[in-house]
């Protein structure tokens, strides 16, 4: 299928459109063949189009997107972008790929852009924007995740489904949803670009994440240095279950059987102490209460 389909409407050439094609990589031109494509209409006036609601980005390199402003000054918006009708405003048009384009076509003082309108329900935009995007690497570690887990919520993907669909193996969509655990400070930290997927990674399951996070960043520590670091506090804590009572260890099993939550048992020598249960979203401590509330 050729995007371009009359070179009059486009201003383009069939060697044009075939280099289109290619440069929205092959789970993007698979997906704009399962949609139906109106040709009648190939420009849009910058005013006419907003952005994509399932956009998975959520910053926009301002370095990277001033280039492409001094490039569509010297040679236009060469690939068109993806809109669909919206849904929402009478009259508009949602963006379905390449809300960058928009963004630097408005900045270069472009009145109008060349377009695809094609027709997609939700599902299909969150599909074209996440794979747009996860292709050409603009997504940090986190939205890459959110993008990943969006699915899962909301239209009801597994992550075999998603690693199909994507095109990357399951391990790496287990490992990008993994990083959704870390607490909302550390995700801040990868959100902003002062964390990288490797140090996001070293992180999850670490009681003092947001701790350690901020060693990293203080000491400007690469991957491999973090991951000696973090080895410091795993050895520590192993060394402190080593030492503790057994009969204390055991009854931290069986509530954490019982909970399926981390659990900490902390027993002074005159049989005093504290007991702290770990939780990582509300649902968790709704759970801890309820069972506070049902048996006390």
């Given at each position: ?19 289109i ?12 063949g ?45 690939q ?7 849904e ?53 570690p ?50 902003n ?17 947001n701790f350690?996070?901020n ?81 006390y």
């Amino acid at each position: 299928m050729n995007l371009l389909i009359k070179k009059q409407d486009w201003g383009y050439s069939l060697m044009d459109a075939n280099r289109i094609k290619k440069g929205l990589g092959r789970g993007l031109s698979s997906l704009i063949g399962e949609t139906k494509i109106e040709s009648k209409k190939n420009r849009l006036a910058i005013n006419e189009i907003i952005p994509n609601k399932f956009q998975p980005r959520k910053n926009f390199d301002e370095e990277n997107l001033n280039d492409l402003v001094n490039s569509i000054r010297e040679r236009g918006i060469i690939q068109p972008i993806i809109v669909r009708k919206s849904e929402d405003q009478i009259s508009k048009y949602e963006i379905i790929a390449g809300e960058r384009r928009w963004l630097a076509a408005q900045k270069a003082g472009l009145h109008e852009v060349p377009v695809v309108i094609t027709e997609a329900d939700d599902l299909k935009s969150l599909e074209f924007a996440i794979v747009e995007n996860v292709q050409r690497h603009d997504l940090n570690p986190l939205e890459e995740a959110q993008g990943y887990q969006r699915l899962i919520n909301e239209f009801s993907y597994d992550q075999e489904r998603v690693s199909k669909f994507i095109g990357k193996s399951r391990s790496h969509v287990a490992n990008c949803l993994r990083i959704l655990s870390l607490p909302e400070e550390v995700l801040k930290l990868v959100e902003n670009k002062k964390l990288s997927s490797g140090h996001a990674k070293i992180l999850v399951g670490l009681e003092n994440a947001n701790f350690v996070a901020n060693k990293i960043i203080e000491k400007k520590l690469s991957v491999r240095q973090s991951e000696n670091f973090v080895k410091i506090f795993k050895s520590k804590k192993s060394l402190l279950k080593k030492n503790k009572d057994p009969n204390i260890i055991l009854l931290e099993n069986s509530l954490i059987e019982k909970v399926g939550l981390n659990v900490a048992i902390n027993n002074k020598k005159n049989n005093q102490g504290n007991i702290s249960f770990e939780y990582k979203d509300l649902d968790q401590l709704n759970k801890i209460i309820e069972i506070v509330k049902k048996y006390y």
